[in-house]
C-alpha cells in the first residue's frame, strides 16, 4: 500500500497550537485525516487538547509514522493486537514535566470510543482492529 502523510501544524498565539496528519492511501482511493487537534497550553504540565486525537494505546499508535523509525511496514503489535492509527473525537488533558534523572507525563482524554465491531466481527472474539472496519465491510 502506498501511502502519503501531510503533516500541518501552525502557531496561533504563544500558548496555542493547531496540529494535524492527513494520510492519503492508494493515490486518493483513501483520505483519513489521523489527528487534527487544538492544543491550549497553561502549563507544561497542565494542558487541553481537542479534537480529533490519536488514542494513547500502546507505544506506535501515537508515533506511528516519520522518519524516526528504521523500518517499512509497521510491526505486527500494531496492525494485528492495536488498531496502528487509532483515532477518535475528543477531547482531554496531557503534561509532562522534565525533572532531573526523571520525566512526570500523563495523557487523559474522553473520546466517542471504539465501535460495535470490537465484538461483533468476522474474527468471533474481542477484536481492537476491527473497529477501524466499516460495518458493511464485515
Known sequence: MRRLTLFVASTI???IKFLSEIEFEDGTKEINIEFAAL?????PLFNFRGGVIMNPIGAFNQNHDGPKWEFVDRPISATQ?????FSNVGFGLYGKLYKPKIVWA???YLTNGFNDNIIGNSENKTFIPATKIRPKQI
Open 81 to 85: 493486537l492495536l488498531p496502528s492509527t
Open 106 to 108: 500523563y495523557e487523559l
Open 13 to 15: 498565539s504563544k500558548k
Open 39 to 43: 492544543d491550549i497550553e497553561f502549563h
